[in-house]
Nanobody, 111 residues
């Protein structure tokens, strides 16, 4: 059974940074693409970034140049470095792999 556990969220001021982590178990991590999504209050869940098994990345236009997705296959962990945070980045951030979702980690950005 695949399990995903996110961590690293928190409350920061605008312009701040965080590093989100997502650790997977129960799956051959290196063979699978993964992604980060986020859901703000009252809004639909939206794609933030994806990374293929080979390390190819894709970003939503709203985070390009500010966020960076990466993975460490030896640690079964995916990361999302979030920089230059804006209040509109406030959301619960979820990682996903093969149809499984983590529980989410809250990111709150104050102005």
């Amino acid at each position: 059974q695949v399990q995903l556990v996110e961590s690293g969220g928190g409350s920061v001021q605008a312009g701040g940074s965080l590093r989100l982590s997502c650790t997977a178990s129960g799956i051959i991590f290196s063979l699978n693409a993964m992604g980060w999504y986020r859901q703000a209050p009252g809004k639909q869940r939206e794609l933030v970034a994806t990374i293929s098994s080979g390390g190819l990345t894709n970003y939503a236009d709203s985070v390009k140049g500010r966020f960076a997705i990466s993975r460490d296959n030896a640690k079964n962990t995916m990361y999302l470095q979030v920089n230059s945070l804006k209040p509109e980045d406030t959301a619960v951030y979820y990682c996903t792999m093969e149809g499984t979702w983590g529980q989410g980690t809250q990111v709150t950005v104050s102005s």
